[in-house]
């Protein structure tokens, strides 16, 4: 009777301490998924726990299995223990001057010490080699995850330090984001807590030209013109909110599910620098800058 007892008691001790369940963000991933497990950050003996946000790395290749975080170098970026600068793609931190970084680069990079330095990482690259792998300055552009399954754009996103901003060459993990970031966007952490950094109606657009931004609206309608399709926002196509998209693009929009000619009514949120042509306007690279809404109030 005794040897049973203890039997129950070590199985009900095992089931406390196994972290089977999944928290709010969990996703049915061989890699991962969103998980808000609470993660203790190394060499911190006292203070909350962090969240640990994880990704799916399915679509890219583990190029590096084991490095040492060294150095911080700023919001978005970190030094490994061969010097390798490297630079945590798909995600923004918004700068205030040359002159003076901000307070959300300061905090972004402030989190990056508390959760990486001195940690070991694994890096995720595009699978192919030739494609975007490095950056104009040399630094090293990849998926970052921490030997615990920390991912490091996601803690980013998940405090609002940062806001998603894919490129033509390194779009794969853009879904993972947006959900990340859109959780963030609910609660008002970080930026989303700013009304300077607030997602744009179509008509703001035009207040904030050569800025990165997020305009969310309801597509008016859509036209053909000089091998470009044109998503208007408005009435006035030379004064209203445009999206432009390269006719070249459209294959690439239909393997995303995306009928670029069906989109009139439809609500999208884009992002990217809007610049001033015949009124605001987003010229898109890649179709991961659209996302087409279910929902739009």
Known sequence: MIVRLWVWIIIAVLALACPWGRGAFAQDAPNGGFDTELSADSGAKTGPLMPKIMGDFRRFRMTVPKARVTDVLDGVTIETDNKTKVRLTGIWVPWESADDPGETVRRAAALLKKVAQGRYVRLYQTKDGNVGRTNRMGQTLAQVERDDGMWLQGILLYEGLASVMTSESNPEMAPRMYEVEADARRRRAGLWGDD?????????????????????????????RDNTFFINFGRDWRTDFTVAVPSTKRLEFAREGVNLMGLNGKALRVRGFIRNVNGALIEISHPEQIEVLEDHG
Do not use: M
């Open 196 to 224: 300077r950094w607030r997602v744009l109606a179509p008509d703001e657009a035009k207040d904030y030209v050569n800025e990165y931004r997020i305009v969310e609206g309801k597509v008016y309608s859509t036209a053909l």
